[in-house]
């Protein structure tokens, strides 16, 4: 999932200010919580009081989409509700508040969120933790399915550094050394000769950015 | 805590005068609270076991227990004069745990004017009482709504309730009352789920501390009722208000917010509080800026009300939960208190933290809860002149 934590509400008060009639547009896709529509509720109620502290009075609406991140979800739910709304304040990652910019080139779109990584969450430990980098190269079938990019410090490709001690790392006591846990894990395998392979530097062409995926050629989808 | 908590007057007593240690106390107390002494053979009660459910106060034949909470006498006056401003020969009783308010229990019993009496556990309730209502109040019709005996807070107080109800119905036919002057139903309140506002995100999973929930491929969460407790940590955890508690629907409570808005005088003051934390007292005044809500839980206690009610104008909102160890349902206090402090947080950047305030307390020491409000109304009152 994309893991997003809400910005201050100082400055979403800032961001939305010029504004007073604003729609909180909630996501229940794959962020955990997901910000639906409860959080749009209570995000407007919060923002309410923070604006009369300001002296500015908000006129919020709410409305939350299933998948900010879908140009025909955002296009369809929203559609409908952006009567006399002159900003829309987005709970949804980047991609989500890009997606309802390109779906209405002319409306102020504005981010509630900080977008921060693509993460796991770990319920028991109430913890969310980076697990993919989307560096568009995976090596998570030669490395026992654990990513040495998020989970290593240094994001080493070929073992670990001289910084391991105990299984843990040298820049965080606290840490497990990725390298080491992917050992263990081959070792279990009987996979280590896989670890014989050199890795070349990483490839960072593999992804361009902006990254892009063109599923069929325009010219196809036309005919 | 300890020591100032043992100067505290506790809401029961045993009266060693009267105590004939026959020992039914310690046969009835759910919670261990009461044990025969092995050396002095006499009964000792440990106030810090005791959950105040009153089994012991209803069920003691010496009468050498006092209870601060629905005694004889409070009971008694409560219904002489209830009997004078409702103008109803009947009464009826309902365990909180089963119901919110009376329309509900009305409505189980097909009758509209009647005396309305809410108990926290009808096990509480001595055969005194309902003998004394049929016999010397005018009471012609007792209707008792209990909670299922597999839902009750305290475990034994429903079925202890079914048991003298039994009794005391044979006792009043043969004493010439009538057939089941006494009418007994069970009732529990548990979640409601509208599949087609279920997102699939799996927190009623996470969070129901019975297993109650599954989830399962892409259906949407499905709740076994039999296992449901109604405890609405669900309901307060689901992002999609996907999820309602029957009688604590979040229409009703925001309507009584309102309602508890226009009543107050400033600065006002509302309380969310667990109704297993503290009970009201019969015949409590309210102070003219407080009001409370009641909830099943404090789990149920919803952010979505609390900023409802500051958006309303309220001054300070005060969540009273029960300490953890005493949650009647596993984890409803814990799961209130992060809730409250990730709010707080949120509040305290727009400058609002201080309004709201998360206590922990339990019933058995009935000054904790008045201290506890006198102190937040004074802090508010320091915040309102230093804003």
């Known amino acids: 999932m994309i893991v997003t934590e809400l910005k201050p509400l100082d400055e979403i008060l800032s961001l939305i200010s010029p504004y007073s009639t604003v729609l909180i547009a909630g996501c229940d896709g794959c962020t955990q919580p997901p910000r639906s529509i409860k959080e749009a509720e209570n995000l407007s109620r919060l923002l309410e009081l923070g604006g009369r502290h300001r002296d500015k009075e908000f006129s919020f609406k709410v409305t939350t989409i299933p998948k900010q991140c879908d140009s025909h979800l955002v296009a369809t739910t929203l559609r409908e509700q952006l009567q006399g709304i002159e900003a829309v304040l987005s709970l949804g990652c980047g991609a989500g508040v890009q997606t309802i910019v390109r779906a209405f080139p002319d409306l102020i779109v504005l981010p509630a969120q900080n977008t921060l990584f693509i993460g796991m969450e770990d319920r028991e430990g109430a913890l969310l933790e980076e697990k993919c980098a989307a560096c568009g190269d995976c090596l998570l079938g030669l490395t026992g399915g654990i990513c040495p990019l998020t989970s290593c410090a240094k994001g080493l490709l070929n073992g670990p550094c001289g910084g391991c001690s105990n299984g843990k790392c040298e820049v965080d006591a606290e840490k497990d050394c990725a390298w080491y846990l992917i050992i263990k894990r081959l070792e279990k395998q009987g996979k280590l000769d896989t670890l014989e392979e050199i890795h070349p530097p990483r490839n960072f062409q593999v992804v361009m950015r902006p990254g892009r995926i063109i599923e069929r050629p325009l010219e196809e989808v036309k005919q | ?387």
Request: glycine content about 6%; charged content about 25%.
């Open chain 2, 1 to 387: 805590m300890n020591q100032q908590a043992a100067e505290q007057a506790t809401a029961i007593k045993l009266n060693e005068d009267y105590c004939a240690s026959c020992s039914l106390c310690a046969s009835l107390c759910p919670f261990e609270a009461i044990k025969r002494d092995p050396e002095t053979r006499k009964m000792v009660l440990e106030i810090e076991k005791c959950q105040v459910c009153g089994i012991c106060y209803s069920a003691c034949p010496a009468k050498a227990i006092d209870i601060f909470y629905y005694d004889l006498i409070s009971l008694t006056r409560y219904l002489e004069n209830a009997r004078r401003e409702y103008d109803s020969d009947t009464l009826v009783v309902v365990c909180k745990g089963s119901s919110p308010d009376f329309d509900t229990a009305g409505n189980l019993f097909g009758v509209s004017k009647f005396i309305p009496l809410s108990v926290p556990c009808v096990g509480r309730l001595s055969e005194d009482i309902f003998l004394k209502a049929i016999t010397s109040l005018g009471i012609k019709k007792i209707y008792v709504l209990a909670c299922d005996e597999n839902y009750c807070r305290f475990e034994k107080g429903s079925a202890l309730n079914g048991r003298r109800v039994t009794a005391l119905n044979l006792l009043l036919e043969r004493l010439g009352f009538g057939e089941d002057v006494i009418v007994l139903k069970r009732n529990s309140a548990k979640v409601k789920a509208d599949r087609d506002k279920c997102i699939r995100c799996g927190n009623c999973v996470f969070y129901c501390p019975y297993e109650a929930v599954k989830l399962d491929g892409t259906e949407p969460a499905s709740f076994d009722l039999e296992l449901c407790q109604g405890c609405g940590i669900c309901v307060a955890m689901c992002p999609a208000m996907a999820l309602e508690l029957e009688g604590w629907e979040r229409e009703y409570i925001s309507a009584l917010i309102l309602e508890l808005c226009s009543q107050m005088q400033q600065p006002k003051v509302l309380v969310f509080r667990c109704q297993w934390s503290t009970f009201p007292l019969l015949d409590d005044d309210l102070e003219p800026n407080v009001r409370f809500i009641d909830l099943p839980c404090a789990g149920r206690v919803d952010t979505f009300h609390v900023l409802q009610a500051f958006a309303q104008g309220v001054d300070g909102v005060m969540v009273v939960a029960c300490p953890a160890e005493d949650c009647k349902l596993k984890e409803g206090s814990k799961e209130a208190y992060w809730g409250i402090l990730q709010l707080k947080g949120k509040l305290d950047q727009i400058g609002l933290g201080e309004r709201l305030h998360f206590c922990s307390i339990a019933p058995r020491y009935p000054q904790s809860f008045t201290q506890e409000l006198r102190q937040f109304k004074e802090k508010l009152e320091i915040t309102a002149e230093g804003g």
